[in-house]
């Protein structure tokens, strides 16, 4: 990389894109599993998971001041590769060098006894679960999921990482960039999240049906205002 008056080379939009485009093609005959993250328009995440993500992340003091560089290059193409697991997300992120680096970021689970309560509320304001999915819930149900320290999504102290290039702050911009791109994975997929998590969604699933199903079975004995006696049938068809 070139520099000028103690000053890296200044390296315009349309420039890193290509040199992205470029770099994701390459390393595709090497791995044709790649999983870049490609941005269309200026929103980095459109779907209520991504921006949750994102503006998760932008909640945090300590964040706040090193996600600017990161919006700029996961927006221009820079996150090559990003595979989402259980508590772990590996990507790819071209940098200023010609290889690009390896960024590894760790979250630890939620809690056993966060989930429960958590799940105890979705049990009396969710009718259905795949609106949870789709991001249309109540918005008092949004607030518990995202609510700061308690909900679903995690705090600065749930997130480690590291990356492969130089930079002496703990929190490079290719970290930022990766952790954007996790937003935008989500719009894709938003199952990825409970695997980020480790919360195994068929569970949560039986549980919630469980818990509907209890709720039922209690209620089952107890004569519903909207049932019709015999003599009422009887008087609406004048038999």
């Known amino acids: 990389?070139?520099?000028?008056?103690?000053?890296?080379?200044?390296?315009?939009?349309?420039?890193?894109?290509?040199?992205?485009?470029?770099?994701?093609?390459?390393?595709?005959?090497?791995?044709?599993?790649l999983a870049p993250i490609i941005i269309e328009g200026r929103?980095?995440?459109?779907?209520?998971?991504?921006?949750?993500?994102?503006?998760?992340?932008?909640?945090?003091?300590?964040?706040?001041?090193?996600?600017?560089?990161?919006?700029?290059?996961?927006?221009?193409?820079?996150?090559?590769?990003?595979?989402?697991?259980?508590?772990?997300?590996?990507?790819?992120?071209?940098?200023?060098?010609?290889?690009?680096?390896?960024?590894?970021?760790?979250?630890?689970?939620?809690?056993p006894r966060k989930l429960q309560s958590i799940l105890g509320v979705c049990n009396r304001k969710l009718d259905n679960?795949?609106?949870?999915?789709?991001?249309?819930?109540?918005?008092?149900?949004?607030?518990?999921?995202?609510?700061?320290?308690k909900g679903l999504f995690p705090t600065e102290k749930d997130i480690s990482f590291r990356c492969s290039c130089y930079d002496w702050a703990s929190m490079?911009?290719?970290v930022t960039a990766a952790l954007y791109g996790v937003g935008a994975r989500f719009d894709q997929?938003?199952?990825?999240?409970?695997?980020?998590?480790?919360?195994?969604f068929g569970v949560l699933l039986k549980k919630t049906i469980d818990q509907k199903m209890q709720s039922l079975l209690k209620n089952s004995n107890k004569k519903s205002t909207r049932v019709l006696d015999d003599q009422d049938i009887s008087s609406l068809f004048g038999i």
């Open 43 to 111: 929103s980095i995440a459109t779907t209520w998971w991504g921006k949750a993500w994102n503006k998760n992340l932008e909640s945090y003091a300590d964040y706040s001041n090193r996600l600017s560089r990161g919006r700029s290059y996961v927006r221009n193409g820079a996150v090559l590769d990003l595979k989402i697991q259980t508590g772990l997300v590996k990507g790819l992120v071209q940098g200023s060098e010609s290889k690009p680096y390896q960024v590894e970021i760790g979250i630890k689970p939620i809690s």
């Open 1 to 33: 990389m070139a520099y000028y008056s103690g000053f890296p080379e200044y390296v315009s939009v349309a420039k890193r894109k290509e040199r992205a485009k470029k770099q994701i093609v390459k390393l595709r005959k090497q791995n044709p599993d």
């Open 189 to 200: 997929d938003p199952m990825l999240f409970f695997t980020l998590r480790d919360i195994d």
């Open 129 to 149: 679960l795949a609106e949870l999915v789709e991001g249309s819930f109540p918005k008092e149900l949004e607030d518990v999921f995202t609510l700061k320290g």
């Open 172 to 174: 490079c911009k290719h």
